[in-house]
T-cell receptor, first 110, second 113 residues
Framework: EDQVTQSPEALRLQEGESSSLNCSYT??????LFWYRQDPGKGPEFLFT???AGEEKEKERLKATLTKKESFLHITAPKPEDSATYLC???????????FGKGITLSVRP | NAGVMQNPRHLVRRRGQEARLRCSPM?????VYWYRQLPEEGLKFMVY????????ESGMPKERFSAEFPKEGPSILRIQQVVRGDSAAYFC???????????FGPGTRLLVL
């Protein structure tokens, strides 16, 4: 059974203070690792898909990386509008379903 | 280009009533997924459908829950005889193909009194 663990559960940063969010996973045959952003009362918003170890993707202040056991979401010089819950999910084998972690709640203080 | 649409956004039911949640996928998407998010828990997969077919229902409770995606119209998640434990946010996602990125709707928040 696929498992996804995200840490820390919550993270508070000062505006401009860079940091990383961790997503550890256990799957049989990874076919995609996904990062989503979720604002309170809204649905998850797609950020990135990573498929193989060593792959990296960037979007504005966010950069996602992937190894064989974990993924990191690096946030460079965050702003208050980056405050949200960041979700990590995996897809494996012949499945189409996503298995999600519990998310990391990021709060960025001005 | 409208995204995934879900209605209603909020639904209140008394124990024993039926709840019907609707999902219209993004234009051009024929694959629909339903997930449930309980307080303090992550999103959990429930069911995956293509037009007129249930492909994977491994996450659906065995009783009281059903889903359909007819040839015409939205996908519907139906919960019969709701109980308080069914209170949760229910999200629908869609994708253009089986192994492609899933895009989520805003969710339906179900409250069972």
């Amino acid at each position: 059974e696929d498992q996804v663990t995200q840490s820390p559960e919550a993270l508070r940063l000062q505006e401009g203070e860079s940091s990383s969010l961790n997503c550890s996973y256990t799957v049989s045959g990874l076919r995609g690792l996904f990062w989503y952003r979720q604002d309170p009362g809204k649905g998850p918003e797609f950020l990135f898909t990573l498929y193989s170890a060593g792959e990296e993707k960037e979007k504005e202040r966010l950069k996602a990386t992937l190894t064989k056991k974990e993924s990191f979401l690096h946030i460079t010089a965050p702003k208050p509008e980056d405050s949200a819950t960041y979700l990590c999910a995996v897809r494996s084998g012949a499945n189409s379903k996503l298995t999600f972690g519990k998310g990391i709640t990021l709060s960025v203080r001005p | 280009n409208a995204g995934v649409m879900q209605n209603p956004r909020h639904l209140v039911r008394r124990r024993g009533q039926e709840a019907r949640l609707r999902c219209s996928p993004m234009k051009g998407h024929s694959h629909v997924y339903w997930y449930r998010q309980l307080p303090e828990e992550g999103l959990k997969f429930m069911v995956y459908l293509q037009k007129e077919n249930i492909i994977d229902e491994s996450g659906m409770p065995k009783e009281r829950f059903s889903a359909e995606f007819p040839k015409e119209g939205p996908s519907i998640l139906r919960i019969q005889q709701v109980v308080r434990g069914d209170s949760a946010a229910y999200f629908c996602a869609s994708s253009p193909g089986r192994s492609e990125t899933q895009y989520f709707g805003p969710g339906t928040r179900l409250l069972v009194l």
